[in-house]
């Protein structure tokens, strides 16, 4: 563009005609302001791009940032006079903590500060004194106590909220939920030396160990009562007929169906106790390597699994697995190492699968199973510990020290459960047969493991795009050459603008016809898509090879490249014949039915809603993109070129694949790369004509769940800032980042085709 | 000879035009699918009455015959189904029977074997009601008070009548209601919230409470005595009350107020069902939707759409315009240029439900949160912006439609002859006045052309907006008599989620399907017809400035 300087203009022409020299800066100013905004505004649109990119960027990567730990007070022991600790834990907001001593003290204190709030004690009767003790459920608080002449207390403290002031004040009190007085576990009058206790809704169950070797269980189930809920316990009570003899840990999972006997050398016995009357010796194994003794146990959040702390510093994950024949067994997912030395205690978060297992040198490590990651390992302390508790929100925990001292330390861990391998491998998920990619987001409890792998997602996503393109690519493109270069200009003014209008018409439509028309019309017609498929070209060869030996007079009355209006009856027919005689076809070959004729046969499944729908549906939107795009590639392609090869004796399907194809093939290409962006990233069609299950199975007769739908279907439901919610912004990053790519290079290879005409 | 016929290509040739052929069959056939069921929902269909006998006992089935399938008799007699010896086929009919209230279905299978006589008696009535669907049946007589005023011969006429001043009753209900009870309460609520932030500023005293609860005290003397219309109305269009009979001979009663429409589609002739195929069609574009939006119109849904894309234009036009004057006119075309093109043409790749994503991350949860913690602090905890929105809807598919308004612009700004531009300069304006006075005028078709692809590319998008404001029903329409009038932080309704929410997520997919049709066929109607007038604007431009050239 010829650049002119506005100053000379205004040098030339002051002389004609009185303009204030005011007007002209004006001028002047007003031509800078349009410029510099005009800039602005375009280097907006990168700016747009770039914003798009880095907020998604933005959201996604505290995904991957490594958890942190400091430290927040240290105190003496509260009440030290008053026992040993037995436990420790904290309530919700980590304001309040509670020292449970081994005298049968309950001590609640601040946790920042270690001040005593109160004092309690459990009611233990003259001449008896506290011989064990064991926590129930984290997340529920209920501890309970063995005592010496075999009877057991079971108590859990509760933390009252009330707002006096609009300040928030917490007060704990404790309540005995099978009253204040002991249970008598043992007739016999035997000490308990290990306890384990589990309480549900309606049952409850205690496992004891006496002094004299025996292992008691007593279970509690509340009666139907007709007034109110102060109903009646039954109660149950059995000897475990287990050699007890070396049983150092006792866990009992809470669904009381599962009572795990370990001894310190790791032999572990597993017992059936879900039927009290039944109980049965389920499996006995060792879980330790030789030399190594058990150190700590827990279990992990759901109780689907146990971890078991040794003293070669190795937290292992043990859960029961019902393998493909249907066959128990309790075998080891995973394993974690913290260090050399022994593990002295392990304490899983109460809402993940998360837990923090800490050794005797005082290096702690936080962990998230699942995902196998190891989120912090850190020294924090100099003493040996003793005693740790995560908070009920894993964001701060309790350590006490040999030297009696309690520290307490903040943890930020905001995404342990998302990991590069437990989004794109196969995760071994608790109770699942063997290591799976499973997408299961949706959570209605929190013993309930998100089960997040964005592979099935991604298949789904290629498989819909794939069979989209199956059908696209081969229509659009032959379309293309044929109406670029064979077909009348005349028609081709208007079969182009009626195709790429289809590529407005909005996918919603589209996915409502292919899920609520086409899906149920294929399925009754199944073997006639196929039939179709065959008849079709071979109809249209049929009748082109017949069309030679047509009078020249009829021949001559349809003008060059008008075969295609020619074809249209041709197609009808031929797809009507298929659809009239499949149904015969079907009756002679397939049983009348090809579905159930697959399934016996070859165990193939049909899904309604499946791939060819998707691909039929998808296809037919990506056909105007394709078709746009290659149409013109080919259309440009320089006359001098197609007419030389003309002139040399080529026939023109010779010039056609020989010249014009070849020297449009770029063009091409960058057609079918956006064609298959837009199937990718496609929503509303997948999201209508497939079931949306994540399933990993490239069968045609089944469905898939995709990037973009599966957005759709959970992201109004996600928590903002949450893993889930950071998780489907990485699916979004996924989808643009596969479309910046193809979109790219498709650009890129336009631009230079686009050089390369215009020099030819 | 054969193999030289495939030598020549010509097979090869003809085949390609069958992809052409294929593909055109395709569209057609779709618009034709879309077209035939969307525009039959509007027909008053005649009722068919079937004398019907599986066996026991004959039976009496009125309805509507909705379709009709056959299934081999092989494959019917494997799903259980009893059939003659001699029989090829089974064939089974759809009909719609209505009455849910009664039977609990809408729709029933019935056999054709089993039929024994089929008629269309002109007594026969369809009546529309705002709950439970449609009735079939016939009319027995009118009741005022509960006592018989009208039986048969002349209730039908006597019960139109009645109908049309229950309609005109409840239109009156309808918008004390709506209109007027639905302005006091916000006002009310708007008190609330002036309230909340006097004293969150530090200004609530005596003077303040004291005209609060005068105004409080007025407008709750309005709603009493609006209440005490309400309830008078309400006393008046309970009064009639029609008795009908069903297809098995138990008789109910219909009270008029809940009555739509009463017809006798088969003693109506083709002039008469024309008209009611126009006034269902109107009904339909400016109705309310009714029973979880499987009945009544859709004209929220059409509202909010043009709203939304309303706004969207009126944001995406210049930057769209802005973008590409910067890239034709005052960019050196180098790297930068050629990376700015592929940024675009991303933009206009990277898959709409992203642009959803970012833009409730982004609007909704950044903007919007920000907004609400600066302007409207009184409202929390309940977010005002902070929240899917008309606004934030706009301004996605803004940012969606950007590319499309780029591309055509940029293409119109192309096709202008250097000679003018330099012609202007040489005249001694300035290059922005040039650019003003000469190019963009000359450039504005192009503009428009660019702008209406993007409000047919904008109308047709549901996934972002599912994400960013559209709701399957929205209480109230973003624009009102209520200040400011336009409420941007309304959710709203839009045509194409309409679409996907009754054909998907309703509890009655069949009953509704044909809704669903009619829907979607007037949204491709718009969008197509969109898409016409700018193409042809387009092609109008592109001859003009040939012309210009040369």
Redesign the interface.
Known sequence: MTEVNPNQINNSSSGLQKVSAKYQKWRLLKDRITEYGVVAGGLGVIVAIVLIFFYLLYVVFPLFTSAETKPISQYSIPEKTLGQTAFLAMEEQNEIAVRFTETGKVIFFTAKDGKTVKIDAINIPEQVEVSSFSHGNLAKGTVVYGLSNGTAIVLKPVYKISYPNDVRKITPVLEYPLGLEPLILDEQGNALTHIAVKMSEDQTTLVAKTSENTILMSRFIKEESLFGDDGEFERTDVILDVPAETISHFLLDKRQQYLYLLGRQGDMTVVDINNADNTKILQKLSVLEPDSQVTATSFLTGELSLLIGDSSGMVSQWSIIRDEHGQISLQKLRSFKVSQKPIVAISPEQRRRGFIAIDADGVAGVYHTTAERELIRERVSEQMPVFLTLSPRANAFLMQTEDDKIHFWGIKNEHPEVSWRSLWGKVWYESYPKPDYIWQSSSSSNDFEPKMSLTPLVFGTLKAAFYAMLMAIPLSIMGAIYTAYFMAPKMRKLVKPSIEIMEALPTVILGFLAGLWLAPFVEKNLLGIFVLLMFVPLGVIIFAWCWQFVPRAIRHKIPDGWDAALLIPVIILSAWVAFLISPSIEDLVFDGNIQYWMKSQFGIGYDQRNALVVGLAMGFAVIPTIFSIAEDAIFSVPKHLTVGSLALGATPWQTMVKVVLLTASPGIFSAVMIGLGRAIGETMIVLMATGNTPVMDFSIFQGMRTLAANIAVEMPEAEVDSTHYRVLFLAALVLFVFTFVFNTLAEIVRQNLRQKYSSL | M?KA?FK????????????????????VG?LI??AVRGLGHFWPKDIVEYKYNEGSQPTLIIGELVEISRM?A??AK?SGYKLPDNAKYLEQRLIKTGNRDITGADFRWIQSQYIQQESYPEDLIVIERREWGNFYGRLIAVKEKGQIIAEDDQAYTVAQQRIDRALGLFDEIEHLQKKEIGAINYALERLRLKQRRLQLEGKWNEAEEQTLAAEKASYKKSYQELQRQLSQLNEKIRRDSLVVKEAMGRTVEIPLAKVVQMLQPNAMNIVEKSWQYVVKFFDFVSEDPREANTEGGIFPAIFGTIMMVMLMAVIVTP?GV??A???R???SQGLII?????????????????????G???FV?ILGGNIDQLFFPEAAPAPVFGTPGLLWASLTLA?LT?PVV?VSTEEGLARIP?SI??GS??L?A????T??RTVLPMASPAMMTGLI?AV??A?????PL??VGVVKMAPTLPLDGNFPFLHLERKFMHL??H??DV??QSPN?EAA?PL?YAT?LL??IV??G???FA?SIRNHLREKYRALEN
């Open positions: 054969i016929w020549s290509g010509s097979p090869w040739v003809w085949l390609n035009a069958a992809a052409v052929s294929m593909s055109l069959i395709l569209v779709l699918l879309i081999t092989k494959e494997a930057f802005i973008a004057v910067y890239m006119e005052y960019a050629r990376i700015i093109r592929i940024a675009v043409n991303n933009l206009a790749g990277v898959p709409s439900i992203v642009y959803g994503v970012f409730l991350g982004f949860y940012l950007l780029i250097k531009r330099e300069l040489a001694g300035t290059k922005s006045e650019l003003w692809l047919a590319r109308a047709g998008e549901v996934a599912m994400l194409g989620f679409i996907y054909g998907f997919v399907r669903v979607s949204l491709v969008i197509i969109l898409n016409v193409i």
